[in-house]
């Protein structure tokens, strides 16, 4: 099928007001395209840039309300009912597709899937009863983590299980829903792999970043990841590997651990831009959040080339706690960018902002960046 060229002037639609749709929707805008965002608060961090239409994603009437006004869909979120994107993509260009977002949306088809595909990945077992997690714990052990299969994000909808007779608490505490068993890995590092391909199956790859979690929340991320050669191309290659597999058209994030013995293991996929990916928005020729209109709009690629190695750390709502934050010592970095979302409403773990830095080597540039993050907290 020919893929369809939705040119600027044309109408982005997106899945999603958060960050994540905002960022999309400033590129967007800037390169003269008009811009409408599904999201249940008017007042979500998109709505500065873009029409919001008021829905949950969960809502199909509003899903083909803004589908119906739109010349392309795109989300910023794996959490839209498979059934709601469906019908979404029976009336317009849905990129990525909805089958994409079946396969990676619930954890056991997404698991199931790298299995197919001989992609590595972490031990896991498909528990549906208190029976089967018993059986499950027996064969991968303790520590592990219980994690839903379905609407998790951010260390959401996942416990710990140190040992055998906490399964039935653990349980309980994911409202006896399906969920996958994953033995616990005690990796050197997380990475990430953010990539884009287009409808015409062009793969372009950002650096390969090295992310650390505080929380299950990402906390930092530095790019390119500090780590030989041979290891950033191991996760580039799997990473497309991945995206050729799912035949997904738009941004593909990949988050990997890196075993004590070198191995890369597959954590997650996600089928959107990725704020692991957000150092690439001043980094490089193209961020991700271009590189997503590009794939989604039938545009060529743009470069990914990165100008200077780049930190990112991220702002969470403890750090307004005492109000808004003083954000003088970032504005006087002047090798630092702040970004603030516009959440009207902050609370612990809430992603608000980050700060992203450029320096003349990575360390340098998470130095700065975790020091000007020592000083919000700090106040
Ligand atoms: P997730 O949302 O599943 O990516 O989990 C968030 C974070 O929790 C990851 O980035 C890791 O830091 C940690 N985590 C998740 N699963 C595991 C695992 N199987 N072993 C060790 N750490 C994990």
Known sequence: MKAPF????????????????KMIAIEARRMGYRVKVLDPDTACPASEVAEVVQGAWSDPTAALELAIGCDVVTLETEHVPYAVLAEVEHLRPLRPSAQVLKTIQDRYNQRHFLHRHDLPQTRWANVESLGALDTALAQIGAPAILKRRTGGYDGRAQVRIFALDQAE???DALGRSPCILEAFVDFAAELSVVLARSAQGEIRFFATAENVHQNGILHTTVAPARFAPP?????EDLATRAAVALEIVGVLTVEFFLTRDGRLLINEMAPRVHNSGHVTLGACVTSQFEQQLRAVCGLP???????????MVNLLGELWSGGEPDFRAVLAEPRAHLHLYGKRVAHPGRKMG???????????ALAV??????????R
């Open 169 to 171: 608490a653990a349980w």
């Open 369 to 378: 960046a975790e020091r000007l993050h020592a000083q919000l907290a700090s």
């Open 354 to 364: 980050h700060i992203t830095v450029l320096a003349d080597d990575t360390d340098e």
């Open 301 to 311: 690629l743009g470069s990914q080339h990165q100008h200077a190695p780049a930190a």
């Open 6 to 21: 939705i040119a600027p002037g044309q109408t982005l639609g997106i899945l999603g007001g958060g960050q994540l749709g």
């Open 231 to 235: 290891i950033r191309a191991a996760a």
